[in-house]
T-cell receptor, first 114, second 115 residues
Framework: GAGVSQSPSNKVTEKGKDVELRCDPI?????LYWYRQSLGQGLEFLIY????????KSGLPSDRFSAERTGGSVSTLTIQRTQQEDSAVYLC????????????FGPGTRLTVL | AQSVTQLDSQVPVFEEAPVELRCNYS??????LFWYVQYPNQGLQLLLK??????LVKGINGFEAEFNKSQTSFHLRKPSVHISDTAEYFC?????????????FGAGTRLFVKA
């Protein structure tokens, strides 16, 4: 496909379980972003990858959250020991690189923690 | 820290009326400014962006925005809205004193166009 894809589209989990969310960026895009969108809230920046540089993790809300990007392409966001407040839509975006360029967003993963 | 404030959480407006969605940002250095739109049940897409140059920026679907450095504002306008413009609109800023290219988004403004 030509766009950013994310899987799963929906995830329901029990409190305390770990979850992994996947993002496939547009081919050739060197920058990849993760955001969290809670009900009635804007997009909260989580983490940013740019090429081979060290990621900007300044938005991760706690050490339960981590992300990696393998081979400069696919990225996985992992949330350990999920809490109810982690329930949100997790959005991934990619861009050609640098903050001046348009970010292309995926459809998101809706995470519900029971 | 850098921030973006969208002054209205919801804006109801009648079809064919003009609309302005307000956005203010805080930064002590130059920034890049964006408006994104999220239509119901769809992903976010770029409406327009300001990088440098002319302060009036035109985007898709007849929208435009004006960068005002002295007021640190980047308000979005459309002279005549359509039902199909009903969506959530997000103002965003990158660069500046965030360091690197992290993008900060506002909380969003829900535009509701009524017939």
């Amino acid at each position: 496909g030509a766009g950013v894809s994310q899987s799963p589209s929906n995830k329901v989990t029990e409190k305390g379980k770990d979850v992994e969310l996947r993002c496939d960026p547009i081919s050739g895009h060197t920058a990849l972003y993760w955001y969290r969108q809670s009900l009635g809230q804007g997009l909260e920046f989580l983490i940013y990858f740019q090429g081979n540089s060290a990621p900007d993790k300044s938005g991760l809300p706690s050490d339960r959250f981590s992300a990696e990007r393998t081979g400069g392409s696919v990225s996985t966001l992992t949330i350990q020991r999920t809490q109810q407040e982690d329930s949100a839509v997790y959005l991934c975006a990619s861009s050609v690189g640098q903050g001046t360029n348009e970010q292309f967003f995926g459809p998101g993963t809706r995470l519900t923690v029971l | 820290a850098q921030s973006v404030t969208q002054l209205d959480s919801q804006v109801p407006v009648f079809e064919e009326a003009p609309v302005e969605l307000r956005c203010n940002y805080s930064s002590s250095v130059s920034v890049y400014l964006f408006w994104y739109v999220q239509y119901p049940n769809q992903g976010l897409q770029l409406l327009l962006k300001y990088l440098s140059g002319s302060t009036l920026v035109k985007g898709i679907n007849g929208f435009e925005a004006e960068f005002n450095k002295s007021q640190t504002s980047f308000h979005l306008r459309k002279p005549s809205v359509h039902i199909s413009d009903t969506a959530e609109y997000f103002c965003a800023v990158s660069g500046g004193n965030t360091g690197g290219f992290k993008t900060i988004f506002g909380a969003g403004t829900r535009l509701f166009v009524k017939a």
